[in-house]
């Protein structure tokens, strides 16, 4: 039967519903009947997919239409075409069935899925006897959906796609289609509007900006070598092995000689080796999902699933992470749930009406960062984000997730005026819909991941942060391993930037984090947040003189890492970087030809040895056992000292003096008599320092020892016998 002119104008204008209708194979009166739309084209001729011409078409309309009875029962089609002096071959994505199937379809409705990123997306696969990319999309309320790319001559009419009923979702298998073809969405919303081209949200590569189209990828090709890593990791609890994390921004730790960023191979060259050498046990990664405008660091990510094309090909990322594994290292990732940006090949409005964010702007409106925020209410969204988490653990090995600006997502007053925002059900300004997000987050990252573990960037007050979120415990439960520290940050930093002689009126800057150190399990951040926007870096934080800046620092940097918490040191900060950070160049590496800033380097590098290798400073590093005050109070002279300890660990005292005096001798309370040897002094010479020290340790007699306690310096002392 002919359809229709008017149904035959809107499959060729891409208006038609349901283009699989229309074109293809189907079974007949006659036979098989088979209809194909191939601009260009002359003369097509049928064949089955082992190349057994089949019968011609005919053309039925100038605008490339041919239709045609053929031979044998319907099945998939490769057509032989003929035009313009030439000849070529096409595959005809009409002419195969779904790849998805009713369970797929049941599990993404209920939200349930947990393998979304092999269901959904652009995947090269086998389907039917061809080889091709299936593209699949949820978009509920279009009324039409396209794939459109390099392939089709962007021409939305072309490969319009497959309904799958109450899911939302559309698909088609476009055979012939390899690795490295550009593509997108188009998009009729249900007002009729086609929308903006739209990006893939499940792409797991994209061009390099300012180009924005997604693009396809074969199957992941590396062969992991990290077995013995992950399986370490998956036996431990994490709050009590050594955990220090070098911050990244991959776009800035170090450039080529063009200026432009290191591929994730020239990456894993030189920062692996780097980072090793200085002891650290992780390299925590600022966003590296592919996102448009580089000021934004990464935190504004149009592309979930894709690392970032500035550092080369997507598999790149996978050999760094191994690499990293190889050396002992662990890989975390910055990882953006709070929001996401409005650029119109984004999610904003992405099927013509507001999917993943809300309608309302009360309540899908960032005003800091003039983005969109998610309807973490929605299952498909909630299931989106969640297989997001989960896609890094599984495909690319990561080792934990920091989750950026949790505060953002629990309150829905945050950064609004009386008026801009919509309480909730009971009248509260608490978010419930993304707490249960987070603990459903949690949950499945801890069960399907073992040794997988995520932080928590959260800077109030919220209780149960870093506690265990089961369904019996208390709702606002969160169920991250760590959270950030961010009222030590901000406490310490505040106090190290007093002049010494006005410290003692405020010793509590020092003190005060200790009423709740183990409230939670934290993680003491000098993160990037503390470098930019006007604020200097941690040398130019300090107070005094230049010798007094690196010397605050140091004693600084001894006391973090004797302070119970894991510790977070931001690129740049080891070396102490002089500039304030900045994205558009690399650090300034040129200043370890100096021996202060070499100095503050070898320090960094000792306390990240010294931490690893004693228990007493990491075992206990989120229980109050691990800690006990030996001197809280003395506020006349700026001294703090404290115990660490561990079980089957011998006790460490930290000694700081934060005033520019020397100190000599000072009683210290010490719980065990005999000989205490000085394992750190951040005043040694080879740190730049003034080289004032005990000579090796003191001898504790009577409850206390008399120590030399060098100017603006932290000293470690260890029990021996």
């Not at 199937?101 to 993404?108: A, K, Q, R, S, V």
């Not at 911050?247 to 170090?254: D, I, K, T």
């Not at 690499?323 to 984004?346: K, M, N, Q």
């Not at 520290?485 to 007093?498: C, E, F, S």
Request: charged content about 20%; aromatic content about 12%; hydrophobic content about 40%.
């Amino acid at each position: 039967m002919t359809p229709p002119s008017e149904t035959i104008a809107a499959l060729l204008e891409g208006r038609h519903d349901d283009p699989f209708s229309l074109l293809g194979p189907h079974a007949g009166p006659e036979g098989t009947f088979a209809r194909t739309w191939i601009p260009g084209a002359d003369r097509v001729v049928a064949h089955s997919l082992d190349g057994e011409p089949l019968g011609g078409l005919a053309r039925v309309d100038d605008r490339g239409l041919f239709e045609g009875v053929i031979a044998g029962d319907p099945q998939p089609l490769r057509y032989r075409a003929s035009g313009a002096g030439g000849d070529w071959w096409i595959g005809d994505a009409y002419s195969f069935g779904p790849v998805l199937g009713p369970i797929d379809d049941l599990l993404m409705v209920e939200g349930t899925h947990r393998r979304l990123y092999d269901k959904l997306g652009a995947h090269l696969i086998e389907h039917e006897g061809a080889s091709g990319i299936h593209f699949a999309v949820w978009a509920p309320n279009a009324r039409r959906v396209s794939v459109v790319g390099d392939f089709n001559n962007w021409n939305g009419a072309r490969h319009a796609m497959r309904r799958r009923g109450d899911a939302g979702v559309c698909e088609i298998f476009v055979p012939d289609l390899g690795a490295g073809r550009a593509y997108k969405y188009e998009i009729v919303g249900p007002d009729g509007l086609t929308q903006p081209l739209k990006a893939d949200p499940f792409a797991f590569a994209a061009e390099l900006r300012p180009a924005t189209a997604s693009i396809t990828t074969a199957a992941p090709a590396h062969v992991w070598g990290d077995d013995a890593h992950r399986a370490a990791w998956s036996k431990v609890d994490p709050r009590r092995v050594p955990i220090s994390i070098y911050e990244v921004h991959a776009g800035s730790w170090e450039r080529d000689e063009h200026g432009w960023f290191l591929t994730w191979d020239a990456l894993a060259d030189r920062l692996i080796p780097y980072v090793v050498s200085m002891g650290f046990t992780h390299i925590e990664f600022m966003p590296i999902s592919e996102y448009p405008y580089d000021p934004s660091w990464g935190y504004q990510a149009t592309g979930l699933y894709a690392p970032s094309a500035r550092f080369g090909d997507h598999e790149g990322f996978a050999r760094f992470v191994d690499g990293a594994h190889r050396a002992g290292l662990g890989v975390i990732l910055d990882w953006v749930p709070a929001h996401f940006p409005i650029d119109a090949h984004g999610l904003a409005r992405f099927d013509g009406t507001a999917l993943y964010e809300h309608e309302d702007p009360r309540l899908g409106f960032h005003p800091d960062w003039n983005t969109a925020i998610y309807n973490y209410g929605r299952r498909e969204v909630a299931s989106f984000l969640t297989n997001n988490a989960l896609f890094w653990a599984d495909r690319y090995h990561v080792d934990a997730l920091r989750v950026d600006a949790v505060a953002s997502m629990l309150y829905r007053d945050y950064s609004r005026k009386s008026g801009e925002w919509i309480p909730n059900q009971a009248g509260g300004r608490e978010n419930w819909e993304a707490v249960d997000f987070l603990r459903g987050v949690n949950r499945a990252v801890y069960a399907e991941h073992p040794g997988v573990f995520t932080i928590a960037e959260e800077s109030t007050s919220w209780p149960g942060v870093s506690q265990p979120a089961y369904d019996e415990g208390g709702r606002e439960n969160l169920g991250f391993g760590f959270k950030w520290n961010m009222g030590w940050m901000h406490d310490t930093l505040q106090y190290m930037a007093r002049e010494p002689v006005h410290r003692k009126h405020h010793h509590e800057g020092m003190t005060f984090g200790l009423m709740y150190a183990f409230s939670e399990n934290f993680v003491l951040p000098l993160s990037h947040d503390e470098v930019v926007h006007g604020k200097g870096s941690l040398l130019t934080k300090m107070s005094g003189d230049d010798w007094q800046q690196f010397a605050n620092l140091r004693a600084y940097y001894a006391m973090m890492w004797g302070y119970p918490g894991k510790k977070l040191l931001f690129m740049g900060q080891e070396f102490a970087q002089r500039r304030e950070w900045s994205e558009e160049r690399a650090l300034d590496w040129h200043l370890l030809k100096s021996s202060a800033h070499d100095g503050m380097r070898k320090l960094v590098r000792d306390l990240n040895r010294l931490y690893r290798a004693k228990p007493a400073l990491h075992a206990r590093d989120c229980e109050a056992e691990g800690f006990e005050w030996a001197v809280p109070d003395d506020a006349e002279n700026s001294v703090f000292v404290w115990l660490r300890k561990a079980p089957g660990a011998a006790t460490i005292a930290v000694i700081a003096n934060m005033t520019p005096v020397a100190r000599m001798p000072y009683p210290v309370p010490l719980p065990h008599d005999g000989r205490w040897r000085e394992i750190l002094n951040s005043d040694a010479h080879d740190y730049w320092g003034s080289g004032l020290g005990n000579l090796g340790g003191v001898v504790a007699s009577g409850g206390s020892a008399n120590v030399t306690l060098p100017p603006l310096a932290t000293i470690m002392l260890e029990y021996v016998a």
